[in-house]
């Protein structure tokens, strides 16, 4: 017969029960207190005061022990799970996490008495009321202390863990967005559940702090009459060059054949082209492309006409073979008459124009060194090298002189036509590399008030620098742009990165949130985002990131990835979770806990003599280990319950659960906007 022992009433190491637990003997003892209370009621009625000052004395001692008692538990659990205690805080702001608790209590039937007995007779009865198991758990009497960390402890990182409906987002909001928000602090906040009312917790913790003018919604989701209601985006403000260009090139996703190679070197050269000009404050308003084109005096008329590079520009220009050439021949002129002028436009940085594509450099090898130099060379290249026409110089000549015919004389892209006829055109591998580029319009066109709006508000980068509270809510289900969004948003991650690490540190802890990272934080080509190695970054420039998934990262990020965000995580929350994968993880975290089995052997001595035979006993222990948490011990909690585990460390945790006042009659109602206009456009009213 074997026994499986208790370890919360064995020790392993003696074999021997364990003390009953100071809080309970203390109860025990004091338990019966009534009597004495009567006692003491009993020695005043007959003037013995002495005799009634002892026994509250005694009573008394027993409640200062359970209070030490008390305190003793909580200052271990604490030192266990270094975190901060309440009773020590030295004037640091602190985040509630939530409470750590003795035990996960059950929901609890309120019955009357003629109910009870029914219960107690297995007969059908009625609940008065049900007391649900969260205010049972995070009940006064259960509770041990708040769980307190630092902002140097939130700059450790979390990874938050639950199934669907643990409670990951209630804690998201009353823990981690709210104390961010009370202190003043950024916060960039990634949701993957398209969930609207998600937003509104957000906007109604911005007002309780009066920082509702701080929001920032990006709402990728559309309403059943395929509207978004966001803040508008500008794409070529999310970064440096590299981001934009890597971002806009996998949102594109190119064939891998010649097309498709045509299609990306292109983007590629044009992107260049157009954010050098938009690194200067020196892109020109796409309107005004045809006047300056004409004009005697380029430079100047230029400097008259520039505009912040978006999408309309972007879209135009590069599909507008006339527009694009025009464009080119422009900078051809300006440096013919003013080139020290525009060199010290263009590198005033001292920034280096580099040609990163192998094929290109040898293309441009027989231009002569002041054509290389020129920062458009590149472009022009790759304009002749996908027509029909011999070389650039050809091509300027013909589109610009024209030529005649019988029939008329020709200019622009007319002329080259005559000149160089062809079936397809003599621009027809460009029209076949524009087509390509369907994918990253699609995408555009997808979300026409996010991106195509020429009235854009304030940059994201900028809004994070300046403490904004910035949301996006990413559609997960949407296998097509789920993806897509994702490169955009880890592109904008690492030029915040980026510039922060240059010229800016934040006196507050920004925190960047990602929660239901498993239903968007994905590639299409399964490349890794380095989320680990983004981590490892952000904590030196007042950073805090927060992870939130139901299950394991490995298939969203990669194993390698994963491993390395559970590396530079240094406190796990575990809701309720039944993710087989995330179960073993946690395990690992962890300790093994120590068991005693009991073997108990009984058998009789044979002797033929003695009819009463003996009766002997032999008992052997067995020490054994198993995981600390198993599937049923995680997927039979209540919402907000769960464990927090930190320095190896567990313990029984409840989440921080407030009531949010809600600003918004429905769920379904549209939130609060922000609008911003820029300066250009101030001026232009003005004016």
Not at 102 to 121: C, Q, W
Not at 311 to 329: G, H
Request: aromatic share 10%; proline share 1%; net charge neutral.
């Amino acid at each position: 017969m074997n026994n499986l022992i208790d370890n919360n009433k064995f020790r392993v190491e003696n074999q021997t029960q364990v003390d009953l637990d100071e809080i309970k003997l203390i109860n025990l003892i004091s338990s019966n207190s009534f009597f004495v209370y009567i006692f003491i009621g009993v020695a005043i009625f007959n003037n013995l005061y002495y005799l009634a000052f002892a026994l509250f004395a005694f009573i008394l001692t027993f409640k200062i022990q359970n209070q030490q008692a008390k305190n003793k538990i909580k200052e271990e659990i604490v030192k266990d799970l270094n975190l901060v205690s309440n009773d020590n805080l030295n004037n640091k702001y602190s985040v509630k996490l939530g409470t750590l608790v003795k035990e996960h209590l059950k929901d609890v039937e309120v019955l009357n008495f003629f109910n009870s007995l029914k219960k107690i007779f297995g007969l059908k009865y009625e609940v008065v009321k049900t007391i649900d198991s969260q205010v049972l758990t995070s009940s006064k009497n259960n509770a041990i202390t708040p769980a307190l960390q630092t902002d140097e402890m939130l700059r450790e990182h979390t990874c938050l863990m639950a199934t669907t409906g643990g409670g990951k987002t209630e804690l998201l909001l009353n823990a981690y967005i709210e104390s961010t928000i009370a202190r003043g602090g950024g916060l960039f906040s990634v949701f993957g559940k398209s969930d609207n009312a998600t937003l509104q917790k957000v906007q109604s913790i911005s007002a309780k702090y009066n920082r509702l003018q701080d929001v920032l919604v990006y709402d990728f989701t559309e309403d059943k009459h395929g509207k978004t209601n966001s803040n508008t985006i500008n794409i070529f403000e999310l970064g440096n060059a590299k981001g934009i260009i890597t971002t806009l090139v996998n949102i594109a996703d190119f064939e891998s054949d010649i097309w498709g190679k045509g299609g990306k070197v292109y983007l590629t050269s044009f992107l260049k082209f157009i954010l050098t000009l938009r690194d200067v404050n020196f892109f020109i308003d796409y309107t005004k492309i045809d006047t300056i084109y004409n004009s005697n005096n380029k430079l100047e008329d230029y400097k008259e006409n520039i505009k912040s590079l978006d999408t309309f520009a972007f879209a135009k220009i590069i599909t507008d073979n006339d527009l694009l050439i025009k464009l080119l021949i422009i900078f051809d002129e300006i440096y013919i008459d003013s080139k020290n002028e525009l060199n010290e436009i263009l590198y005033q940085n001292f920034k280096n124009i580099i040609l990163e594509e192998e094929d290109n450099n040898t293309s441009l090898s027989y231009l002569r060194n002041e054509e290389k130099n020129q920062f458009h060379s590149e472009l022009k290249q790759v304009v002749v090298s996908q027509s029909r026409v011999e070389n650039w110089e050809s091509l300027k000549k013909y589109f610009q002189t024209g030529v005649e015919t019988e029939n008329g004389f020709y200019k622009g892209i007319e002329a080259l036509t005559l000149k160089y006829p062809s079936n397809n055109g003599v621009f027809y591998n460009l029209s076949v590399s524009i087509d390509n580029l369907k994918n990253l319009f699609n995408f555009f066109d997808s979300f026409p008030s996010i991106f195509k709006n020429q009235s854009n508000d304030i940059s994201i980068l900028d809004a994070i620098d300046s403490n904004k509270i910035v949301i996006f809510n990413i559609p997960g289900q949407n296998k097509v742009y789920a993806p897509v969004l994702a490169e955009m948003t880890i592109s904008f991650l690492n030029a915040l990165l980026e510039r922060r690490g240059k010229d800016y540190k934040s006196d507050t802890t920004t925190l960047i949130l990602l929660d239901e990272a498993n239903s968007w934080l994905k590639t299409k080509r399964d490349k890794s985002f380095d989320i680990g190695d983004i981590m490892s970054v952000i904590r030196g420039l007042n950073m805090a990131a927060v992870l939130s998934f139901q299950s394991s990262l490995k298939k969203t990020l990669g194993e390698v990835d994963s491993s390395q965000v559970f590396a530079n995580t240094n406190t796990i929350i575990s809701l309720k979770l039944t993710d087989k994968d995330l179960i073993e993880a946690l395990n690992k975290k962890v300790e093994k806990v120590k068991k005693l089995e009991l073997e108990e052997n009984q058998h009789k001595e044979y002797n033929h003599k003695n009819k009463n035979q003996s009766t002997t006993e032999e008992s052997k222990y067995t020490k054994s280990e198993e995981d600390y948490f198993k599937p049923q011990m995680l997927s039979s909690i209540k919402k907000g319950e769960g464990f927090i585990i930190r320095n190896g460390h567990v313990a029984k945790f409840m989440s921080n659960y407030v009531e949010q006042k809600p600003m918004y009659k429905t769920e379904k109602d549209e939130v609060f906007l922000n609008k911003y206009i820029s300066l250009e456009e101030l001026k232009k009213e003005l004016l």
